[in-house]
Structure formats: C-alpha cells, structure tokens
C-alpha cells in the first residue's frame, strides 16, 4: 500500500504517471523486427525501465546502438558486481569481454533475477551487436576492453583513497561517458568539444558516485561477499570495518561520512552542466540530462539521512515521472538542479564536519543556476503541487477505481464480482502505479 499512499499524497502526479505508463508501452512498439531486438528491447526495459525509456525517445539512428551498449556494459557489471564467481574464472572474463560480444553462441550464467536472464541470454546481444554499423561495434569494442580492464584492476585491489575512488568510477563511468559522447559522434547528430573527454568523464562520474553512495546497504549485504565501494581513506576515520555503519551505534558517524561522500560528488556538476549545454540533439540532450536530474534528486535525499544505512534511498515514481515529462531544455536542468541544491542546502548542520565544503560547492551551484538559468515562471519538482484539498483527493480516488475496473477488465486479472472487495481494489491500484 506504500505506493497508493504516496499516490494520494501526491495526486497531481497521477496524470503524469499514467501518461509516462502510456509512453513507455508506446516506445515498446517501435523495436524493430526479429527475434534478437525483440529479445534485447525486452531484456533493457526488465533492467532499468528508465534507461528504457530515455532511449526508446532517441533517434532511429542511435537507438538499438545504445540498446546494445547498455546491455553489454550491464551484463560486464553483472559479472563484476557477482561475488559467488571465483577470482581465477571472473577475472579472464572481464578482461576478455569485448571478445565475447562478437561470439553469437557465448553466455554465463551468473548474477540474480532480470540480471540472471540477461546473462543466459546474451547470445542475443551479442547477435544484435553484429547487426550494428562498424563505427558503432568499434566504440562498443573499445570502452568494453577499457571497462573491464579496469573492473579487473578493482578485483585485484581494494578502494584504499579517493584518488582510487574516483579512478574506480571512471573505468566504470567515465569511461561510458567517453563511449556516449563516441556514439553521438558515430551518428552524426553531435560534434566533439575541445574539452570533452574531461567533461564526459564527469558526466559519468556524478553518476556513479551517486550510485555508490545509494547503494550502500545493498553492496555492503551482498552475499556470499559484501561489495565495498567507499575509500578507505574516508570511512577508517570513523569507524574500524565499512560494515560497522550499518550499526546503530555507529549512526552519528556513518551520516558524516556520508555527508563527506555526497559533497565529494557535488564537485562534478559543473562539467556537466557545461556537458549538455554543449548538445544540439534535443532527444540526446534528454537522455543525457534526465540521469543527471535523478542523480541530484537522488543526493538531495541521501545527504544527512540515516536511512541509507537502514533501508532504500530514492527518488519516488512520481517525482520521476515529472523530471521524464518536464526535462527539455538546459533552463529545464538549472531549474531542477537549483531546487534540489536548495533542498540539500537546508539540510547542511553547521555542526558537520564538512559543512563548510558542502555549502561553499552548493553555492556555486546555486550561483551558475540563477545566472545562467531562468528559474521563474516554472513549475519546481520539489515542491508543486505536494499538498491537494480534499475534494480533489476525492476526485481523484474516483478515477482511480474507474481506472482499476479498466484495467482489471482489460487484463482479466480478476472476476467482476471479485472485483468490489475494496482490499483487492487497493492492492491493484498500487501494483498498478508501481509497474
């Protein structure tokens, strides 16, 4: 009932919702014929339905390139982030990787659920892959080998300082930065700045540290060995194992670590803003800028917040729905950029150790936003709409049974006469949203 709940918290995101549910089953009908894109675009949609979505809306030209890219570079992680696979059989993998997209019949079975499918399925990937230009394979070729290579690397060693953190996200991240900026230029659609490498890399890097600051708990409990991502360097200055921030006593410790981390990322954002100010395509610039969007949304909830160390850390269904729905121009990103600084800003505790560094790098933020975006006349993702008077949430709920009676009929989930136990109805509204 978590998701019915924030729906009638929030119902102006209702409409959005629906329309992003309405689009997503859309694009799903422009994968091109045959078994192995049929396979891919359903393989892609199961891992990341946003990823799906942002690239379902770009070109013809570049879409099943970067489909096939980003389930090649899923699948490398898959086997990297695999903690039951011996070093001695993952380490030749990842190194030899960019040879196996080229074997049509070559795939491994390892990772879990949708990951665990893509893996014992990536002959098709690999079958997709030879279908795609040569400059297209060249790219996808070449930052494979450089991935896993590096993944390789990270194997054979820990993440001791954060010269080795931000080298770890760039074989992982800006390195796809470099493959993304490589594919745009493949298409033609884009041209390669003088400084690009430098802000492809950050584009990547914003990203992936945000990752890796969410997906704490999630790395820390992998079995039948945890994942650790954060640097030595910083977390021994608070506690003796990175596991004991999971630890209640520890809390006080584990948020000023964190703080520490979110500001680290928060160094990036200039490049990247300089990134996708760059951009001509206004369908790349969305799949470019709408990770980037998450990705501040998502550090503006983690920031100061115990919660990463307990449970899950993200940006609700419909909070994404408005930045898929509303990112279409760089006045767009500094407007939502802007508002979640604005909201990490109000959570800074002077008392932090890194308040400091974190205010100073939030300004100039903040600053580059009201100079160079226009922020009024515009509707915040932060906080439009968040409260509704009664009659609409009663309005609404109307529609939602009207909806739920739609879509059961539709899908014959259920019998009719089943249908009018309120408790059904509920859980189907919520499973209903939550797809």
């Known amino acids: 009932m978590g998701s019915l709940g924030q729906i009638l918290r929030h119902p102006d995101e209702i409409y959005l919702l629906l329309k992003l549910k309405r689009e997503i089953k859309k694009a799903q009908k422009q994968i091109p014929p045959g078994k192995h894109w049929r396979i891919c675009y359903s393989l892609l949609h199961n891992v990341s339905t946003s990823f799906s979505y942002v690239i379902h809306q770009l070109r013809t030209e570049l879409r099943n390139p970067m489909c096939v890219f980003y389930l090649v570079l899923r699948a490398l992680d898959t086997v990297e982030d695999d903690t039951s696979i011996s070093k001695e059989v993952k380490l030749p993998i990842l190194t030899d990787f960019h040879r196996r997209i080229y074997d049509r019949d070559w795939h491994f079975s390892c990772g879990r659920n949708e990951f665990k499918v893509l893996m014992d399925q990536f002959h098709h990937v690999s079958s997709a892959f030879l279908q795609l230009e040569r400059g297209y394979q060249e790219v996808i070729e070449d930052i494979t080998k ?25 074989y992982v991240a800006g390195l796809l930065g470099f493959g993304l900026s490589k594919l745009f230029l493949a298409s033609g659609l884009e041209v390669l700045t003088p400084d690009w490498e430098q802000l492809s890399n950050s584009m990547g890097l914003f990203l992936h540290k945000t990752h890796i600051i969410k997906d704490y708990l999630e790395d820390i409990n992998e079995i039948p060995e945890p994942r650790k991502f954060w640097p030595r360097q910083i977390w021994s200055k608070y506690v003796g194992k990175l596991e004991d921030f999971k630890d209640e006593e520890n809390s006080t410790k584990a948020v000023q670590c964190l703080n520490y981390m979110v500001t680290d990322a ?3 954002i ?25 990705a501040i949304g998502t550090l503006s909830l983690c920031y100061d917040n115990v919660q990463v160390f307990r449970g899950v850390v993200k940006v609700r269904r419909g909070i994404t729905a408005k930045v898929m729905d509303r ?26 150790p890194n308040a400091t560094e974190t205010l100073h790098r939030l300004e100039v933020v903040l600053k580059l936003c009201r100079d160079i975006g226009v922020l009024q006349k515009r509707n915040s993702l ?15 709920l109307v529609l939602l049974f009207a909806i739920v009676f739609a879509y059961l009929r539709a899908n014959r989930v259920m019998e009719i006469n089943n249908a009018s136990d309120p408790d059904i109805i509920m859980n189907t509204v919520s499973r209903f949203f939550s797809n």
Do not use: W
């Open 146 to 170: 450089r991935m896993g290579a590096g993944m390789a690397k990270f194997i054979c060693q820990e993440v001791e300082t954060m010269e080795d953190h931000t080298e770890y996200c760039y």
């Open 270 to 294: 200039e490049d990247c803003f300089k990134y996708m100010a760059a951009l001509r395509d206004p369908t790349i610039f969305r799949f470019c800028a709408i990770p980037q969007i998450m």
């Open 266 to 268: 928060l160094i990036h």
């Open 382 to 396: 932060v906080n439009d709409g968040a409260q509704s008077k009664p009659l609409l949430v009663v309005m609404l």
């Open 327 to 352: 990112t279409k121009t760089m006045d767009d990103v500094y407007g939502a950029f802007y508002d979640y600084s604005c909201m990490l800003k109000a959570k800074v505790d002077k008392k932090d």
